[in-house]
């Protein structure tokens, strides 16, 4: 066989298997993004076009939709509680996750293992199940129905998976460069701030986006802990409108709505994608 059928035999290989693996690929991404760009568009449409052509272009681009979510259905507000628990949620995981998750990666004391143990075991117990608890404790203190409150349930809630992803980046830190610092007199606050988290993070990057974004598109929690529509989170808001919807026809609104609650998600993914890969790649490969 002749060097050049060869080459084309491997040529048409190769291409055969890069479209094998991308078109499923391709088909997959666009089974997600159809309806994406289907409700962005429908957000654009008064309920007269919805109705006559749901598939179609609008023929004026209206931000009514997006005035009416804004002013009749208090969508503004609720988009700043969602930003207040979403902010304070991920800084006061931080706060707590980041030297726990030292404390039992570098400091050895009986049971440490124990205490690990039970954090990461706590990863597989189902939320719901401590709803109701949380229910009552939070009635107990006078917290239910307010967002500080919930922040607080979000924050404990992602203790595991921070601490469990924090842990397995702080491992690869080596411990030289702590047994230095403490020669030189600085103590274990100072090491924890000054050369552990420096170099943790893309693991303190990668669960804070993570986290963030599911604060963000929390519902169920926030559906038992709030009552009072002032202290709706966008997900409570979006169901609010959807109910309302179906007997207003607000659907252009319901889909406006929606829109600014996907928004920041899609920026805050967009700007922090490379950091998310290669954090969860580098967490992967330490763990």
Do not use: C
């Not at 693996?21 to 089974?31: D, G, N, T, V, Y």
């Not at 659907?251 to 993914?269: D, N």
């Not at 700007?271 to 490969?285: D, L, P, V, Y």
């Amino acid at each position: 066989m002749s060097r050049k059928g060869t080459v084309k035999r491997q040529t048409t290989g190769h291409i055969m298997s890069r479209v094998g693996i991308r078109l499923p690929l391709i088909l997959w991404s666009l089974a997600v993004l159809y309806p994406i760009i289907w409700m962005i568009i429908g957000s654009f449409k008064s309920n007269a076009e919805i109705y006559a052509n749901p598939w179609g272009i609008p023929e004026s681009f209206n931000f009514q939709n997006f005035i009416d979510a804004w002013q009749n259905y208090n969508i503004g507000v609720s988009l700043f509680n969602s930003l207040i628990v979403t902010v304070l949620g991920s800084l006061l995981t931080l706060v707590l996750a980041v030297p726990t998750a030292y404390a039992l990666e570098r400091m050895v004391f009986r049971g440490s293992t124990l205490l690990f143990n039970l954090y990461i075991s706590a990863m597989m117990i189902p939320m719901v199940l401590g709803w109701i608890p949380l229910f009552f404790l939070l009635m107990n203190f006078n917290m239910l129905d307010n967002i500080y409150g919930l922040t607080v349930v979000y924050a404990v809630s992602q203790l595991p998976f921070s601490i469990f992803v924090l842990t397995t980046f702080m491992s690869s830190i080596p411990k030289e460069l702590e047994e230095s610092a403490a020669i030189d007199g600085m103590s274990p606050y100072g090491v924890l701030l000054k050369i552990i988290t420096p170099l943790a993070t893309s693991g303190i990057i990668t669960v804070t986006i993570m986290n963030a974004i599911q604060f963000w598109n929390e519902y169920f929690m926030a559906l038992i802990f709030l009552q009072s529509r002032e202290n709706y989170t966008l997900g409570l808001a979006i169901d609010f409108i959807s109910n309302e919807a179906e007997y207003t026809n607000a659907w252009g609104t319901l889909f406006a709505s929606l829109t600014i609650a996907m928004i920041p998600v899609i920026i805050l993914y967009a700007i922090f994608q490379r950091r998310i890969s290669k954090g969860m790649t580098e967490g992967a490969i330490k763990g």
